[in-house]
């Protein structure tokens, strides 16, 4: 089993940033992809960015630009740089670990932490 625990969410104004990260722990050597998920009110969850471990990575085209995912092997953390924030990046955004390489959603998830963006 693997536990991730995400931290950094907040309310912030539109153009502002703020940083998010995950920390996993448990069978960490089990783990292959992480990305971020977000889920606003009414709306589906939706890959944010996905970082392999190789460091490759995979963005929305909503966040290209603006966000930048990283990955701390030895710490067994992610992080998401999000700058130039917008009103609709307001949701909860869930960390999400894979034990398969690729682009797919994994089986372990964070318990999310909202992100508000209001002025």
């Known amino acids: 089993q693997v536990r991730l625990v995400e931290s950094g969410g907040g309310l912030v104004q539109p153009g502002g940033s703020l940083r998010l990260s995950c920390a996993a722990s448990?069978?960490?050597?089990?783990?292959?992809?992480m990305g971020w998920y977000r889920q606003a009110p009414g709306k589906q969850r939706e890959l944010v960015a996905a970082i392999s471990s190789s460091a490759s990575t995979n963005y929305a085209d909503s966040v290209k630009g603006r966000f930048t995912i990283s990955r701390d092997n030895a710490a067994n953390t992610v992080s998401l740089q999000m700058n130039s924030l917008k009103p609709e990046d307001t949701a909860v955004y869930y960390c999400?670990?894979?034990?398969?390489?690729?682009w797919g959603i994994g089986d372990y998830w964070g318990q999310g932490t909202q992100v508000t963006v209001s002025s």
């Open positions: 448990g069978n960490i050597f089990s783990i292959n992809t």
């Open positions: 999400n670990a894979d034990r398969f390489p690729g």
